[in-house]
């Protein structure tokens, strides 16, 4: 954190990450080298974005089944 300013919490991240907000955090964390090297937090950031991809190829079969 700069100066007194607080950290988000990186649970924060990867809620925002499930949500749908993982292509601007992974392109976000590549432009400023932002938890590039913790493999921790990959592991789950990764996870997550699998998770919401996903849910979106099953949310669009089902949508594709009754239209």
């Not at 649970?11 to 993982?22: C, D, E, F, K, S």
């Not at 913790?38 to 950031?45: D, M, N």
Request: glycine share 8%; charged share 15%; net charge positive.
């Amino acid at each position: 954190a700069v100066g007194k300013n607080r950290r988000l919490p990186e649970a924060a991240l990867h809620l925002t990450a499930l949500l749908g907000g993982w292509p601007g955090a992974a392109i976000g964390q590549r432009m400023f080298r932002h938890k590039t090297r913790k493999a921790s937090f990959l592991l789950k950031f990764l996870v997550t974005a699998a998770a919401h991809a996903l849910f979106c190829v099953v949310a669009f079969l089902v949508l594709a089944l009754f239209l």
